[in-house]
T-cell receptor, first 113, second 115 residues
Framework: DQQVKQNSPSLSVQEGRISILNCDYTNSMFDYFLWYKKYPAEGPTFLISISSIKDKNEDGRFTVFLNKSAKHLSLHIVPSQPGDSAVYFCAASDTNAGNMLTFGGGTRLMVKP | NAGVMQNPRHLVRRRGQEARLRCSPM?????VYWYRQLPEEGLKFMVYLQKENIIDESGMPKERFSAEFPKEGPSILRIQQVVRGDSAAYFCASSPVQVGHTEAFFGQGTRLTVV
């Protein structure tokens, strides 16, 4: 029973263009959502988060959008850079039950120069 | 301010041996989480600990796996009588609060290989 899904295992984008990574969830108790970036042989690095009371959060080139009614969130990276090439994980938590994260399966982003 | 420290980075064990994975949380963080990542999969929650307490171990296998976070020293994830299926990357994360909106910070992981 996958509560958080990233349906695209990989995404290839040209440098300078927009990267859009998608994530769907099923548990309506989730109220906090995060995106992590992961390079091979390293731990996940926190990128950006959003609370369920918001529908958008922006930090530099990264913007996360949340559509609660559709149980869908997305991460936009613009402009994309070759250094953004990594695996991106969407994660969700029910913060009233502790901060355990439920992760999606990840999307491998490749940004071509 | 050092980040989350895990050691060893790589651990090779023969089937039937014990594996001990250590995690020191970030300074000021009293909540520790262990996650496991199998090849080509996302991270799966295993156990959540505070100092001297297991808060939630719903993701941890009932047998052979145990975790602790003593008053002094790092958190330890212990796997007894390892099997090939235990081969994975084990990540520890820490956060400063129990509830509320806060991100968890991850260590670099311990890659366990069972031969």
């Amino acid at each position: 029973d996958q509560q958080v899904k990233q349906n695209s295992p990989s995404l290839s984008v040209q440098e300078g263009r927009i990267s859009i990574l998608n994530c769907d969830y099923t548990n309506s108790m989730f109220d906090y959502f995060l995106w992590y970036k992961k390079y091979p042989a390293e731990g996940p690095t926190f990128l950006i988060s959003i609370s369920s009371i918001k529908d958008k959060n922006e930090d530099g080139r990264f913007t996360v959008f949340l559509n609660k009614s559709a149980k869908h969130l997305s991460l936009h990276i613009v402009p994309s850079q070759p250094g953004d090439s990594a695996v991106y994980f969407c994660a969700a938590s029910d913060t009233n039950a502790g901060n355990m994260l439920t992760f999606g399966g990840g999307t491998r982003l490749m940004v071509k120069p | 301010n050092a980040g989350v420290m895990q050691n060893p980075r790589h651990l090779v064990r023969r089937r039937g041996q014990e594996a001990r994975l250590r995690c020191s949380p970030m300074k000021g963080h009293s909540h520790v989480y262990w996650y496991r990542q199998l090849p080509e999969e996302g991270l799966k929650f295993m156990v959540y600990l505070q100092k001297e307490n297991i808060i939630d171990e719903s993701g941890m296998p009932k047998e052979r796996f145990s975790a602790e976070f003593p008053k002094e020293g790092p958190s330890i994830l212990r796997i007894q009588q390892v099997v090939r299926g235990d081969s994975a990357a084990y990540f520890c994360a820490s956060s400063p609060v129990q509830v509320g909106h806060t991100e968890a910070f991850f260590g670099q992981g311990t890659r366990l290989t069972v031969v």
